[in-house]
């Protein structure tokens, strides 16, 4: 598949649960993101890398742990989650930051029970 | 940091009418504006977007025009079809403007429009 692919498309998970999702890029791209998706607060913007390196935590939970290691492979770690973290989780990836198109994955829609 | 207020949050028009979507920004150093599609149940996309060097932009028969003293920018859809129905995000980072925000999308509230045939 080419683009921005995301694993699993849907989670459920009790509040003790850890897991992971995980993101590709079949772009060449060197910047990566995630965000989180819910009817309350759309697209909201949680971590940003640039050539695997960390440059944004937009005062993310330390319940969201993100791990990049490399440019086009992107995890998000989850646990011990509350229920207000359900919500669909987007990840995107562009050439570079600063203003260039962002390409999004299908997400992950994540429930929290 | 940025904050993106974008009006209207529902929009309905009829097949062939105009459609505008207003966004206003809070960072007068923001200068990259992307405006994102998302249709039902798939993944936002890229339809058109401005740069602060330039006052207006247009796409066939979608334009963004951007108003730097006022802090506002606006997407117009001229003779709109139903397959335009779909939740429009309106955006604002600072660019090449570097900065502890470089890279950062602020994205707007989104406008569900909807094209009635």
């Known amino acids: 598949e080419t683009g921005v692919t995301q694993t699993p498309r849907h989670l459920v998970m009790g509040m003790t649960n850890k897991k992971s999702l995980k993101c590709e890029q079949h772009?060449?791209?060197?910047?990566m993101y995630w965000y989180k998706q819910s009817a309350k607060k759309p697209l909201e913007l949680m971590f940003v890398?640039?050539?695997?390196?960390?440059?944004e935590n937009n005062s993310v939970p330390s319940r969201f742990s993100p791990e990049c290691p490399n440019s086009s492979h992107l995890f998000l770690h989850l646990h011990t989650l509350q229920p207000e973290d359900s919500a669909l989780y987007l990840c995107?990836?562009?050439?570079?930051?600063?203003?260039?198109?962002?390409?999004f994955g299908p997400g992950t829609r994540l429930t929290v029970t | 940091g940025e904050n993106v207020e974008q009006h209207p949050s529902t929009l309905s028009v009829q097949e062939g009418d105009s459609a505008v979507i207003k966004c206003t920004y809070s960072?007068?150093?923001?200068?990259?504006f992307p405006w994102y599609k998302q249709e039902l149940g798939k993944r936002p996309q890229l339809i058109i977007d401005?740069?602060?060097?330039?006052g207006e932009k247009k796409d066939q028969r979608i334009a963004v025009t951007l108003n730097k003293t006022a802090k506002h920018f606006s997407l117009h859809i001229t003779e709109t079809q139903p397959e335009d129905s779909a939740v429009y995000f309106c955006?604002?980072?600072?660019?090449?403007?570097?900065?502890?925000?470089?890279?950062?999308?602020?994205f707007g509230q989104g406008t569900i429009l909807t094209v009635h045939p």
């Open positions: 772009l060449g791209h060197n910047a």
């Open positions: 955006a604002a980072s600072m660019g090449d403007a570097g900065g502890t925000s470089y890279g950062k999308l602020t």
């Open positions: 890398y640039n050539f695997k390196e960390q440059t």
């Open positions: 960072d007068s150093a923001s200068n990259y």
């Open positions: 401005i740069r602060s060097n330039v």
């Open positions: 995107a990836s562009s050439h570079r930051l600063a203003d260039y198109e962002q390409y």
